[in-house]
Structure formats: structure tokens, C-alpha cells
């Protein structure tokens, strides 16, 4: 049964394929730190469920916005 839901496009899907930004913490760059930030300022935070396309578009923008502040 699906009963987890996206935070951000609000589809629901099974439990199991449930992504947070915890994710972000394995990255190397940026810190995980600063995508905290980030997503606070979207609202998101630690707990809340992304599906994993949603969890995608979230790396990339963050990708984006970081190497935007280091210019």
C-alpha cells in the first residue's frame, strides 16, 4: 500500500522508496551543513519524504545553487 507522500509534488508511494535530505550528508561537496540550509529555506527539513524524482531535482538544484555561491 502506498502510504508515504512527497513533500514536494505530493504523490504517494510505498514506504520503502522513502528519500530525506539526510541523503545530502554522503556528499562531499557541498557540506551537509549548507544543504540544511538549503532546504530549510524551501521549507524542507530532515524527516520529511521526497520520492526519488523529487529527491533527484532537489540534488541538482542544490548542485546548482552551491557552485552558484562559490562564483
Request: net charge positive; aromatic share 18%.
Amino acid at each position: 500500500m502506498k502510504n508515504a507522500q512527497c513533500k514536494k509534488c505530493l504523490n504517494k508511494f510505498y514506504e520503502k522508496e522513502i528519500y530525506t535530505i539526510q541523503q545530502f550528508q554522503y556528499r562531499e561537496e557541498p557540506s551537509y551543513k549548507w544543504s540544511m540550509r538549503f532546504f530549510e529555506k524551501l521549507g524542507i527539513n530532515e524527516w520529511d519524504s521526497l520520492c526519488e524524482k523529487c529527491m533527484l531535482f532537489y540534488s541538482k538544484e542544490s548542485d546548482k545553487k552551491w557552485k552558484e555561491s562559490k562564483i
